[in-house]
């Protein structure tokens, strides 16, 4: 139990569908991130929200769309996919606040776009 | 643009055998991470160095933060099959780690 969970952890969308990721974290952190984990490349940033405002967009394209309702939830929203997204895509939260600061990471939502 | 190095990638071994994993940058970090990542699952944290030297023992890994703070290893002693898996570092470039960039990992497999 890593105090981060994901769910779905397995997704197959066609590119005309629209689905959701959805992250809940249990650690009282007050920051969350979307990371892209493609094979044979580092880890990808995609979203940082702060205090549930979005402080960082990795250029990610719009066809990917956060949401942070509250500090403990975090959403990304898929629509008009391309194959070449599929990836595992990994939540992850931090206190934000301290020295150190260390990021926690969900199980991953692993999404297959056909 | 910002890189951090992760050598080697690919790591196989014997069980009983010592390995290192190296982590490099250009880059000055405020802090570094470690993660093991198993397939299928999210990143695990093993442990995180903020001070330049510093040395953190986790049992049979060993942790070592450069002095410049732009560098980082991991040594592993006596590697078992429950090693196996995908070691990743990350740099923190400002204080609140919400600047965190990922090496491309090192898979290592122990055989028994």
């Not at chain 1, 931090?94 to 020295?99: C, K, L, N, R």
């Not at chain 2, 009983?16 to 695990?44: A, I, K, M």
């Amino acid at each position: 139990e890593t105090g981060v969970t994901q769910t779905p952890r397995h997704l197959v969308m066609g590119m005309t569908n629209k689905k959701s990721l959805k992250c809940e974290q249990h650690l009282g952190h007050n920051a969350m991130y979307w990371y892209k984990q493609s094979a044979k490349k580092p880890l990808e940033l995609m979203f940082v929200y702060s205090l549930e405002e979005r402080v960082e967009n990795n250029s990610v394209p719009s066809r990917f769309s956060p949401e942070c309702p509250n500090s403990s939830h975090l959403f990304l929203h898929l629509h008009t996919l391309q194959p070449e997204d599929s990836a595992l895509y990994l939540c992850a939260s931090s206190d934000g606040q301290t020295s150190g600061n260390t990021i926690y990471f969900g199980e991953g939502s692993w999404l297959t776009v056909v | 643009t910002q890189l951090l190095e992760q050598s080697p990638q690919f790591l196989s071994i014997q069980e009983g055998e010592n390995l290192t994993v190296y982590c490099n940058s250009s880059s000055v970090f405020s802090s570094l991470q470690w993660y093991r990542q198993e397939p299928g699952e999210g990143p695990v944290l093993l442990v995180t160095v903020v001070t330049g030297g510093e040395v953190k023992k986790l049992k049979r890994l060993t942790f070592q933060f450069g002095d410049a703070r732009k560098d980082s290893s991991l040594h592993i002693t006596a590697a078992q099959p429950g090693d196996t898996g995908l070691y990743l570092c990350a740099g923190a470039l400002n204080q609140a780690g919400t600047a965190l960039i990922f090496g491309k990992g090192t898979t290592l497999s122990v055989s028994s």
